[in-house]
Every structure is written in structure tokens, then in C-alpha cells.
């Protein structure tokens, strides 16, 4: 298993809290609580985001995958992107030191 990382972007409109949808929340869910699914499974090896709601923030999933063509699958099945509300790109990725604290 190779390491992975995607980076996430929340669509322009999203920038303003007033214009987000039950639908768009909804969105966000599913994309946690797959997350956290694949972290318990041991997939997912971190993930978060900055708290910045503005074109300048971004969430990023460090994650475990056989290649890269599934690499990419896993990110487009991540329902914020697959339905549009994130942008998402995903690169080879090799963690250099973590902390065992």
C-alpha cells in the first residue's frame, strides 16, 4: 500500500454560511462519516481543515491505497465531491516523520 494525500476545496458558494443547504449539509455528513469509517479501518490515516471559510481554506485526507488509478477512485467517491460541493485533487504522498504521542 502507497501513501496518499487529497486536497479539498469548498465551491465558491459555499464561502458564505447563509448560502449553504440542508442538501449541502447532508453532503458534509457523509463525507465525515465515511471518513471516520475508513479511519477506523485503518484506510484513512488523518484528516482535517483549516477553519477558514474563504477561498484560501482547504481540508486534506492522508489515506492508504494499492496505485494511483485507485487513489483517485477513493477521492471521487468521497460524496462532497462526487456531488459537486468540493473540489478535490490527489497526489503520491510520503509521510517523512509522525509522532507516536
Known amino acids: ?14 464561502h458564505e454560511e447563509k448560502n449553504w ?3 449541502d449539509e447532508g453532503l458534509v455528513r457523509d463525507h465525515f462519516v465515511r471518513l471516520k469509517e475508513y479511519c477506523d479501518e ?5 484528516a482535517g481543515k483549516t477553519d477558514r471559510e474563504d477561498d484560501k481554506g482547504f481540508g486534506i485526507v492522508v489515506f492508504k491505497e494499492e496505485n494511483d488509478e485507485k487513489a483517485e477512485e477513493f477521492m471521487k467517491e ?5 456531488h459537486g460541493i468540493m473540489t478535490a485533487e490527489v497526489f503520491s504522498y510520503k509521510t517523512a516523520l509522525r509522532s507516536e504521542k
Open 78 to 82: 468521497d460524496p462532497a465531491v462526487k
Open 1 to 14: 500500500m502507497r501513501e496518499y494525500i487529497y486536497i479539498l476545496k469548498l465551491i465558491p458558494r459555499l
Open 42 to 46: 485503518g484506510k484513512v490515516i488523518t
Open 21 to 23: 443547504t440542508e442538501k
